[in-house]
T-cell receptor
């Protein structure tokens, strides 16, 4: 099956700093999503981005499908951005199954 | 509009006991999923249902059964719980355009 690797595994920032999270995948995909799991365990869908670039406020994401990676940018980070960020991909021809990476644990300090 | 609703949110079982996790969505989505999340790991797919009346195994189906009762509801059953099934379980449904939406999770402890 497809492999999904996220980096870095852990990231600690001061409030106001910018960061880039990376997701590499091992095969072609027809679906890629980014999720945020907050400290209470809720999983929130941030972006559906199989290719191209999207922006939502301070967050943006870019997927370069031909090179098999996606990036999540967080600008002017806030303490509420803390949590785990997951990348999930659907391998082409996989019958709608999403495979998750192991996540990036982000801690934003006040 | 509640989205995806899971019950119960917490459960403690003894080894060998059975239980069913319930999941319902009100977004009229065709596809529904059950994942488990263990410490330090991402989410792993247990079972999914691409549409009403169909179910398929995911990455870690052993020890579980599912029922897609109707379009809204997708339940996960543990027939004989084992300590290795201690985990947080998430139900999700999927929009036709691809976006996945999760319930709040069910924390299960098997003693």
């Amino acid at each position: 099956g497809i492999q999904v690797e996220q980096s870095p595994p852990d990231l600690i920032l001061q409030e106001g700093a910018n960061s880039t999270l990376r997701c590499n995948f091992s095969d072609s995909v027809n679906n890629l999503q980014w999720f945020h799991q907050n400290p209470w365990g809720q999983l929130i869908n941030l972006f559906y981005i199989p290719s191209g670039t999207k922006q939502n406020g301070r967050l943006s994401a870019t997927t370069v499908a031909t090179e098999r990676y996606s990036l999540l940018y967080i600008s002017s980070s806030q303490t509420t951005d803390s949590g785990v960020y997951f990348c999930a991909v659907e391998e082409s021809g996989s019958a709608r199954q999403l495979t998750f990476g192991s996540g990036t644990q982000l801690t934003v300090l006040p | 509009n509640a989205g995806v609703t899971q019950t119960p949110k917490f459960q403690v079982l003894k080894t060998g006991q059975s239980m069913t996790l319930q999941c319902a969505q009100d977004m009229n989505h065709n596809s529904m999923y059950w994942y488990r999340q263990d410490p330090g790991m991402g989410l792993r797919l247990i079972y999914y249902s691409a549409s009403e009346g169909t179910t398929d195994k995911g990455e870690v189906p052993n020890g579980y059964n599912v029922s897609r009762l109707n379009k809204r509801e997708f339940s996960l059953r543990l027939e004989s719980a084992a300590p290795s099934q201690t985990s947080v379980y998430f139900c999700a449904s999927r929009r036709n355009t691809g976006e996945l939406f999760f319930g709040e999770g069910s924390r299960l402890t098997v003693l």
